[in-house]
T-cell receptor, first 114, second 114 residues
Framework: DQQVKQNSPSLSVQEGRISILNCDYT??????FLWYKKYPAEGPTFLIS?????DKNEDGRFTVFLNKSAKHLSLHIVPSQPGDSAVYFC?????????????FGTGTRLQVTL | DTAVSQTPKYLVTQMGNDKSIKCEQN?????MYWYKQDSKKFLKIMFS???????INETVPNRFSPKSPDKAHLNLHINSLELGDSAVYFC?????????????FGSGTRLTVV
């Protein structure tokens, strides 16, 4: 049972434009959501998080939006840069289990073209 | 100076062998984890330790045994390796407020069982 889903396996965006990565979840008990970025042969790197009591969190070029009623969150990257090309994982914390456990989606590969 | 380091980076071994993966973190975090990324790119938690105490043990075969000699180290020993154990294994650590600041991952150990 996949509780965190990223339905787009890949996304291609031109440099300077906005990248929007989407994530859906099914467990209404998740209380925190996080985004990670992963380059090949490296571990995932934490990007940004959002509490379930908020609908937006911004950090520089990265903004995460949360729509609790739709059980949907998205990561916006503006403007997109070639160095943003990586796999992006959505993750959720809580869900009725151990607080520190993260449940991950399968990732979306972002390619930023020149 | 690497924050979470795991060794080896690559491991190729025959079925039936026993192998270990080591992990060390120098961040002073209380909690450490082992995650497995399978061929479908799912990142799934296997174990979590908090100050040397096991707090998460997901449905993992008994052939997998974690050991935490101190809070900076979490090793993974695998007995009687099977083909299905082939995956990338990530070690991670987190501070107490991991929901806000996320985990710090190691660069992964790619295990190939032949």
């Amino acid at each position: 049972d996949q509780q965190v889903k990223q339905n787009s396996p890949s996304l291609s965006v031109q440099e300077g434009r906005i990248s929007i990565l989407n994530c859906d979840y099914t467990n209404s008990m998740f209380d925190y959501f996080l985004w990670y970025k992963k380059y090949p042969a490296e571990g995932p790197t934490f990007l940004i998080s959002i509490s379930s009591i908020k609908d937006k969190n911004e950090d520089g070029r990265f903004t995460v939006f949360l729509n609790k009623s739709a059980k949907h969150l998205s990561l916006h990257i503006v403007p997109s840069q070639p160095g943003d090309s990586a796999v992006y994982f959505c993750a959720a914390s809580g869900g009725g289990g151990t607080a520190s456990k993260l449940t991950f989606g399968t990732g979306t590969r972002l390619q930023v073209t020149l | 100076d690497t924050a979470v380091s795991q060794t080896p980076k690559y491991l190729v071994t025959q079925m039936g062998n026993d192998k270990s993966i080591k992990c060390e973190q120098n961040l002073g975090h209380d909690t450490m984890y082992w995650y497995k990324q399978d061929s479908k790119k799912f990142l799934k938690i296997m174990f979590s330790y908090n100050n040397k105490e096991l707090i998460i043990n997901e449905t993992v075969p008994n052939r997998f045994s974690p050991k935490s000699p101190d809070k900076a180290h979490l090793n993974l020993h695998i007995n009687s390796l099977e083909l299905g154990d082939s995956a990338v294994y990530f070690c991670a650590s987190s501070p107490r407020d991991s929901k806000v600041y996320g985990y710090t991952f190691g660069s992964g150990t790619r295990l190939t069982v032949v």
